[in-house]
């Protein structure tokens, strides 16, 4: 790799630091920890699974728009033809606005500011996050550099006082697992962060990124964006695998405590009224990034879909308007609304994702179309489960196939249906050169 198609490795860092705070959210925060207080002494296994879902799922999902050079929009596209494309492009971005969006403004009033300041109602803490989130997003060109250079360093050093001190001292030691399903479990908890949705749509909003900084060859973004994507998965890996390890080591202490709950009452078990204070800007921050990263990346992607109609700044203005509307509903509600949209996007996600790693795609569009597809079918299966319809036709089926009992039923036939599709169905070009 010649270091002449690199940026330098400060703006890298600004860059991948962006990313990172991008993505680490409240769900990175509650998740990992109520994870590892259950799996206990198997806490291991559980960061494992945490992570082939949450980091490596980013890795690929990068990588699919490294080597496609192209957004989810371009990639759906593709996949589904252009009305299509765009269609799935947006439910995503939807899902972040009006599901995401909310859920991190809710959590800070209700994780950071409420154990700090009882009176402060929901309503200032949320126009006091939005204005700081529409004034981080509102100018393109300095949306990754404000994250990057000012609000991803604060998070991150907090990150570190917390692990460092739960690693040294933990309140209490590791219990019995309470599930024998741990890979699994883990791997399901990761789902509930949709970073791998998320990497996605911010491959996309990277690639804008280095336009605006004159990185414009394919093979150039190929190489620019395949070391941010690492990098952040990486950081995205380390932090999880601490927090996991940090449910299981103190979270013990406090076997009652609900999601959420139990992380600040580990920050605040190991550095008492300081851990208070740190846990709070953790959150604070991390949702903050997170919040102002959506509303940019929501900015570039309708411009993008909409061929440069719909301005980037009524976006950024519309989804900071949504965020902070739905923000007043609170965290428990959101959580339980966002879950099933989530476990009927991510199946065919990840077909997207593993397809798109193939350089040349237009060999395989017409099997990816197959798959995705079937996946959204066993997705929608899925999704009815959340809502009580456990008996439905398409959970029964993926139940009892290869991997049903781990919530993979869906990968096989998948693998085998488009097989059996790009045997048959062959993209024209290719049945013509043949």
């Not at 890979?183 to 996309?204: D, K, V």
């Not at 150039?220 to 080591?249: E, F, P």
């Not at 013990?252 to 920050?267: R, Y």
Request: glycine residues 8%; proline residues 4%; positive net charge.
């Amino acid at each position: 790799m010649s270091k002449k198609n690199l940026l330098p490795i400060s703006v890298l860092v600004v860059i991948t630091g962006a990313m990172f705070s991008s993505h680490f959210g409240v769900g990175d925060l509650i998740f990992p920890p109520i994870l590892g207080r259950g799996a206990g002494t198997s806490w291991f296994t559980a960061a494992l699974g945490y992570l082939i879902v949450n980091s490596i799922g980013v890795w690929l999902a990068y990588m699919a728009c490294a080597h496609q050079n192209q957004s989810l929009t371009g990639i759906a596209s593709k996949t589904l033809g252009n009305f299509f494309g765009k269609i799935y492009t947006a439910i995503p971005i939807l899902i972040v606005v009006f599901f995401i969006l909310p859920r991190v403004s809710s959590a800070t009033h209700e994780m950071a500011i409420l154990p700090l300041l009882p009176t402060v109602p929901l309503w200032l803490t949320l126009a006091v996050f939005f204005l700081i989130c529409f004034y981080v997003a509102y100018t393109r060109a300095t949306v990754i550099d404000k994250l990057g250079k000012i609000l991803a360093p604060i998070l991150i050093l907090f990150v570190i006082i917390l692990a460092v001190k739960g690693i040294a001292t933990p309140l209490s030691t590791p219990q019995a697992p309470s599930s024998t399903n741990i890979l699994s479990t883990g791997m399901l908890e990761a789902y509930n962060t949709m970073n791998a949705i998320a990497a996605l749509l911010f491959g996309g909003w990277v690639l804008h990124e280095l336009n605006i900084r004159n990185v414009k060859t394919k093979e150039d973004q190929n190489k620019n964006l395949n070391i941010i994507g690492l990098s952040t998965a990486v950081l995205l890996g380390i932090t999880s695998t601490v927090l996991v390890y940090l449910g299981a080591s103190s979270g013990s202490s406090f076997p009652d405590a609900s999601i959420g709950v139990l992380s600040t009452n580990i920050a605040q078990g190991l550095l008492g009224q300081v851990g208070l204070v740190s846990f709070a800007i953790i959150m604070a921050f991390s949702c903050l990034t997170t919040a102002a990263a959506i509303i940019s990346m929501a900015g570039d992607m309708f411009l993008e879909m909409t061929n440069n109609k719909m301005n980037y700044r009524l976006t950024v203005t519309l989804a900071t308007a949504i965020g902070f509307t739905l923000g007043l509903v609170g965290l428990s509600k959101i959580v339980k609304y966002t879950v099933p949209w989530l476990v009927l996007l991510y199946p065919s996600i990840v077909v997207l994702i593993l397809s798109a790693l193939y350089y040349n795609f237009a060999k395989i569009k017409n099997s990816v179309t197959v798959g995705v597809i079937i996946a959204l079918i066993f997705g929608l299966g899925d999704m009815l489960s959340f809502y009580g319809l456990t008996s439905n036709i398409i959970t029964k089926i993926a139940s009892q196939l290869p991997l049903g009992g781990q919530g993979l039923g869906w990968l096989l036939p998948t693998i085998i249906i488009m097989a059996i599709a790009q045997l048959f169905f062959k993209p024209k070009s290719e049945e013509e050169s043949s």
